[in-house]
């Protein structure tokens, strides 16, 4: 297989690099690999939707599928598909990527959309009682665990930690959420918010140790495979049917070992989403790792759910220059990140960069009634004198735009 654009990840990020590329004007040849199986999906609706609602999960992955796969183009209706096929190797030099099958693509141009893999705790056995939330087969797996008076221990108080929590409790398991740091999703959001957001969640009927980790687990006797308790590090032991393990994700970028780029988090990009140290290789999505000037010009990874589709746009530009041998965009290219969470009964809005800020305070609302019927709050996050993010917990989508003009 020779030539043209080679997308590695079959993922939102690699879709929209593609459809990008053809909106560009290239007509060439395009092939994405993916390691699914499946065709590019919507994935946050794992955590909340196909866990909890009956109308998007049955028992099957088959089921909710149907309503999380994206459109399929009809610009893209040449792409060459390998699915189930993830990349094993590559040789940049000589412009070659091996997938595990053993085929070997050739490729011009490629794309790197390979995203994040969740992390796991190093401990052994369990295995039929532990969970992770990244692909449809994981939210599916899980659904079928949550059953009414299972107790679930959740190890992670971020934001997939918290959605699953909400879930779960919501499906009528007993939850407790470990965490290490002060409060959940406290480094995101700030420790004011994530403490009005604990009290929310404590007030449906979930548990919280916080400054603890997991220290072990304990088995059936009878059977390793299942879970009895977890251990923590302050010697105490919270009794889990279920684990589910919300602790953080690695990278998939193992693939590109050997051929000298910074892959230290990530894959390093500069402000084109070019890799690095290469020509005609690009990355987005999760796995890049890019700087912003609106945040300062330091390289960071950004998993907001806007980033795949705006650092997409970015590389396919960069790529169409070089398969079309016409000039590279050199504008600054500043994305500001946007995502939400789905907790209970309310939805947290978040634009810009919450995480890098000094100072927080209220724009709007009152922390006092967070979750209450009609009641909403917004809030602002400075570096210095700079605006740097809002977020919203309750409020329209409509209202979290107006404060756009207020980012600088």
Not at 37 to 43: A, F, I, S
Not at 49 to 74: E, H, M
Not at 211 to 228: M, Q, V
Not at 231 to 242: E, P, Q, R
Request: hydrophobic letters at 40%; proline letters at 6%; aromatic letters at 6%.
């Amino acid at each position: 297989m020779a030539g043209g654009a080679l997308i590695v990840g079959a993922s939102l990020s690699g879709l929209r690099l593609a459809e990008q590329l053809r909106a560009a004007g290239y007509t060439g040849p395009v092939t994405i690999a993916g390691a699914e199986h499946h065709m590019p999906y919507n994935r946050p609706p794992l955590s909340k939707d196909v866990l909890f609602n009956s109308d998007t999960a049955g028992d099957n992955a088959a089921d909710p599928l149907a309503k999380l796969t994206f459109t399929i183009r009809p610009i893209l209706a040449d792409v060459n598909w390998h699915l189930g096929a993830p990349a094993v190797a590559a040789d940049l030099k000589n412009r070659v990527v091996t997938l595990q099958d053993g085929r070997q693509v050739s490729y011009d141009t490629l794309g790197i959309a390979t995203g994040l893999t969740p992390r796991r705790l190093p401990f052994r056995g369990g295995e039929n009682s532990r969970h992770v939330v990244r692909t449809i087969e994981d939210a599916v797996r899980l659904k079928k665990a949550l059953v009414p008076g299972a107790n679930v221990a959740v190890a992670g108080g971020g934001f997939i930690g918290c959605e699953v929590a909400a879930s779960a409790t919501k499906r009528g398991c007993k939850v407790t959420v470990i965490e290490p740091l002060q409060a959940p999703m406290c480094r995101a959001i700030g420790l004011e918010l994530s403490h009005a957001i604990q009290a929310y969640h404590e007030a449906n009927g979930v548990s919280f140790r916080l400054g603890r980790t997991i220290a072990g687990i304990e088995c059936d006797p009878a059977d390793s495979r299942r879970l009895r308790s977890v251990a923590l590090d302050d010697g105490s032991a919270i009794t889990a049917d279920i684990l589910i393990e919300a602790v953080g994700s690695v990278c998939n970028s193992n693939w590109l070992q050997g051929n000298g780029l910074d892959l230290s988090d990530g894959v390093l990009t500069d402000n084109s989403m070019s890799v690095s140290g290469t020509t005609g290789v690009v990355a987005a999505g999760d796995v890049a790792r890019f700087p912003n000037p609106r945040y300062g010009g330091t390289p960071r990874r950004v998993e907001h759910w806007a980033i795949p589709a705006l650092t997409a746009r970015r590389a396919a530009s960069t790529l169409a220059a070089t398969l079309m041998d016409r000039p590279r965009d050199t504008s600054i290219f500043n994305p500001i990140p946007t995502f939400w969470s789905d907790q209970f009964a309310i939805r947290i809005q978040s634009m810009g960069l919450p995480s890098l800020a000094g100072r927080s305070a209220l724009l709007e609302g009152s922390l006092s009634e967070l979750g209450q019927p009609d009641k909403g709050l917004a809030m602002g996050y400075w570096q210095g004198d700079k605006l740097i993010g809002v977020i919203t917990v309750g409020l329209p989508t409509a209202r979290l735009s107006d404060y756009r003009g207020m980012l600088n």
